[in-house]
């Protein structure tokens, strides 16, 4: 099966600083990369995905890059803001109706002031 | 909308117990799963379906039973709690497959002792 590994486990940014995390993936049937942002005490929330058939994707401060080849996909948040301080995941899936999602262990971001 | 709800939000067991995880969408979705969240590692599939009356396993479905009598509802059952049952449960719900947006509950934390 899939097999989704994230790093780095913690970063901490100051405000306005950029962030970026990693993720790797095992299946090169995956065609599907979300990151989910998880706040305290609440679910997981999408908040960018890509399609293998993209290499890159931007929305306003967030962008996420894909390289097939390599099996890597990273989370780019740049002029990092306080609320962006939260758990964020990747997770890779194929596409068919009876596909599943797997999630890397997770990064928790920390922006300080 | 409601999105997806989960009840209860914070359950104690003690080992041996059974009990059921509530899972309920409004939004017509066809593909449910439930996941736990551990310290350090991610979110991991127990069990998911992908339309009524079809369900199966995912990484980590031992010690817990599923159903899919509804579309809206999919519970997640405990059949003799243990520890290491002790966890964050999440469920959620995707339009069609793992490879479209998951939305989330709110999660239900459990502790066994």
């Known amino acids: 099966g899939e097999n989704v590994e994230q790093h780095p486990s913690t970063l901490s940014v100051q405000e306005g600083d950029s962030a970026v995390i990693k993720c790797t993936y095992s299946?090169?049937?995956?065609?599907?990369f979300p990151w989910y942002k998880q706040e305290l005490g609440k679910g997981p929330q999408l908040i960018i995905d890509?399609?293998?058939?993209?290499g890159e994707k931007k929305d306003q401060r967030i962008a996420v890059t894909l390289n097939k080849t390599a099996k890597h996909f990273s989370l780019h948040i740049t002029e990092t803001q306080p609320e962006d301080s939260a758990v964020y995941f990747c997770?890779?899936?194929?596409?068919?109706?009876?596909?599943?999602?797997?999630f890397g262990t997770g990064t928790r971001l920390q922006v300080t002031l | 909308n409601a999105g997806v709800t989960q009840t209860p939000k914070f359950q104690v067991l003690k080992t041996g117990q059974s009990m059921t995880l509530q899972c309920a969408q409004d939004?017509?979705?066809?593909?449910m799963s439930w996941y736990r969240q551990d310290p350090g590692m991610g979110l991991r599939l127990i069990h998911y379906?992908?339309?009524?009356?079809?369900?199966d396993q995912g990484e980590v479905p031992n010690g817990y039973n599923v159903s899919r009598s509804t579309t809206e509802d999919f519970p997640l059952r405990l059949l003799s709690a243990a520890p290491s049952q002790t966890s964050v449960y999440f469920c959620?719900?995707?339009?069609?497959?793992?490879?479209?947006?998951?939305?989330f509950g709110q999660g239900t934390r459990l502790t066994v002792v």
């Open positions: 939004m017509n979705h066809e593909y």
């Open positions: 890509i399609r293998s058939n993209v």
């Open positions: 959620a719900s995707t339009p069609q497959g793992a490879g479209t947006e998951a939305f």
């Open positions: 299946d090169s049937a995956s065609n599907y």
């Open positions: 997770a890779a899936s194929g596409s068919g109706t009876a596909s599943k999602l797997t």
């Open positions: 379906s992908v339309g009524a009356g079809i369900t």
